[in-house]
T-cell receptor, first 114, second 113 residues
Framework: DVKVTQSSRYLVKRTGEKVFLECVQDMDHENMFWYRQDPGLGLRLIYF???????EKGDIPEGYSVSREKKERFSLILESASTNQTSMYLC?????????????FGQGTRLTVV | SQKIEQNSEALNIQEGKTATLTCNYT??????LQWYRQDPGRGPVFLLLIRENEKEKRKERLKVTFDTTLKQSLFHITASQPADSATYLCALDLTGGGNKLTFGTGTQLKVEL
């Protein structure tokens, strides 16, 4: 089975800290995605990547950056955490760009910025 | 703007009945639509994908329909069980490629004994 693993289930950080959220997938998938999920707003795409060292902005990239140095790992970086970045963060991967492949999600990281 | 709408009100049904959830979208003609299940505190899990040229897709007790004229998908769970209680999300690639999914906000289903 495909496994997408996020480094932390729960995280508490202070305002202004630089925060790293790590995601690793074990099925050699090309595509990786970072979403955040907030009540009433659903999942919103932050950044995505189709290849190593490649990244593209999603719908809400402000305040975030990403890194993909290896195919299996996709990191989300909050450059200077703010309270409005308190959210559930979900990483996903998929096999191809045709659109006909399912997305596999990690278990999520609930980040609280205080 | 592109939009995906799911009923935000929870759907409560009795065990054994058929649950029907709705996903409506506007301003786009997607080539496919996906449905996911999400349990509290966990990531979504893929259930079904239906293509624009498929009217209906089935998997065990699940059935999905896709009406591209109405811009609507219906998700049915027959013989529902308490274990089916979860939030169900529909997702579309609104950009025409690349598998960048846009999700609806989901509908919470509660199956009662």
């Amino acid at each position: 089975d495909v496994k997408v693993t996020q480094s932390s289930r729960y995280l508490v950080k202070r305002t202004g800290e630089k925060v790293f959220l790590e995601c690793v997938q074990d099925m050699d998938h090309e595509n990786m995605f970072w979403y955040r999920q907030d009540p009433g707003l659903g999942l919103r795409l932050i950044y995505f990547s189709y290849d190593v060292k490649m990244k593209e902005k999603g719908d809400i990239p402000e305040g975030y950056s990403v890194s993909r140095e290896k195919k299996e790992r996709f990191s989300l970086i909050l450059e200077s955490a703010s309270t409005n970045q308190t959210s559930m963060y979900l990483c996903a991967s998929s096999n191809d760009r045709s659109g006909l492949s399912e997305a596999f999600f990690g278990q999520g990281t609930r980040l609280t910025v205080v | 703007s592109q939009k995906i709408e799911q009923n935000s009100e929870a759907l409560n049904i009795q065990e054994g009945k058929t649950a029907t959830l709705t996903c409506n979208y506007t301003n786009y003609s997607p080539a496919y639509l996906q449905w996911y299940r999400q349990d509290p505190g966990r990531g979504p899990v893929f259930l079904l994908l239906i293509r624009e040229n498929e009217k209906e897709k089935r998997k065990e007790r699940l059935k999905v329909t896709f009406d591209t004229t109405l811009k609507q998908s219906l998700f049915h769970i027959t013989a529902s069980q308490p274990a089916d209680s979860a939030t169900y999300l529909c997702a579309l690639d609104l950009t025409g490629g690349g598998n960048k999914l846009t999700f609806g906000t989901g509908t919470q289903l509660k199956v009662e004994l």
